[in-house]
């Protein structure tokens, strides 16, 4: 029994200086702590101007066909009054997705219905800006002989800005709570704005890239109402252009394009309706920026 206990004392004392051992780390096992700076290259991004590769001849469009029953959307951002009882006095339209919607736009939401704005439990009247997505269908389209120029490299076209509308002098005076102020902002009951549609006409410029296959792939609206978009890509789509050369060979390039559209339009109508908390709307500073 005691050559047993003394064995295994044996056997305990043998495995403890083992795991000692292994737990001391050795000299080239060590971690050695050292900041070595590696050579990184900068990265550099080459500067191209798509407008300044030069061409000997430019695209020439041979043939186009005028697209018919497309279906079309987008979003108007209106400016509404909303009185303390929830009533709209009146608005302004600051982006219109087709062309011809103003009047019925001002004329849909006057006395129409909202949660009035609020300063903690009180009902305040205020200003609130709103978007509504508008649908319809372009039924006929008859564009004008498009204008293609090439772009200037220095001096390329840039983006129209949309046409602002002054404030009418009534809704300008009267009282409303700046939005900081506000608790919760105006929001619209079941807001529907619709127009019958009819004839319409649209001022038309974009920059349009032309393949080496004389073929639109992409393109980039300057001037055109913002719901017309789906329209005037399925138009591009039917163009057949002699592609532009250089040294006899085709090659892509961006060229510039304007013209006017008359329209048949049907079945505007608006398939939703928020409170843009992003956004707000002033009267005053409005008239001043216009010089009003």
């Not at 005076?173 to 004839?199: D, I, N, Q, Y």
């Not at 329209?263 to 309706?273: F, K, P, R, V």
Request: net charge negative; with cysteine; hydrophobic share 45%.
């Amino acid at each position: 029994m005691r050559a047993a206990s003394a064995l295994l004392g044996v056997v305990l004392l043998v495995s403890a200086v083992a795991t000692a051992q292994q737990a001391a780390p050795r000299p080239w096992q060590q971690r050695l702590q050292m900041d070595i700076p590696l050579a990184v290259p900068m990265v550099e991004l080459a500067a191209v101007n798509p407008f300044a590769a030069p061409v000997d001849e430019p695209p020439r469009l041979l043939s186009s066909a005028a697209p018919r029953k497309v279906d079309v959307s987008g979003a108007a951002v209106v400016a509404a009054y909303v009185d303390a009882k929830g009533d709209c006095l009146g608005s302004v339209p600051l982006e219109l997705p087709f062309p011809g919607l103003t009047l019925r736009m001002v004329e849909e939401l006057a006395g129409a219905r909202f949660e009035p704005a609020r300063v903690g439990s009180t009902a305040t009247p205020s200003w609130v800006v709103l978007e509504l997505v508008v649908e319809g269908r372009v039924k006929e389209s008859a564009p004008t002989p498009p204008q293609l120029e090439l772009p200037d490299p220095d001096r390329p076209p840039r983006r129209d800005p949309s046409p602002r509308v002054s404030p009418p002098g009534n809704l300008v005076r009267l009282p409303a709570t700046p939005a900081p102020e506000l608790t919760t902002l105006a929001s619209p009951r079941r807001l529907k704005v619709s127009a019958p549609g009819g004839a319409a006409e649209a001022a038309l410029s974009a920059l349009v890239h032309v393949s080496d296959v004389g073929r639109c792939d992409r393109f980039v609206i300057l001037d055109l109402p913002s719901g017309l978009s789906r329209w005037l890509s399925a138009y591009l789509a039917t163009w057949r252009l002699e592609p532009a050369r250089r040294g006899g060979e085709p090659v892509e390039t961006w060229v510039h394009y304007s013209g006017r559209v008359a329209l048949e339009l049907s079945g505007l109508q608006s398939i939703s309706a928020r409170t843009l908390a992003d956004r707000s709307y002033d009267p005053i500073a409005e008239s001043v920026d216009l010089g009003e």
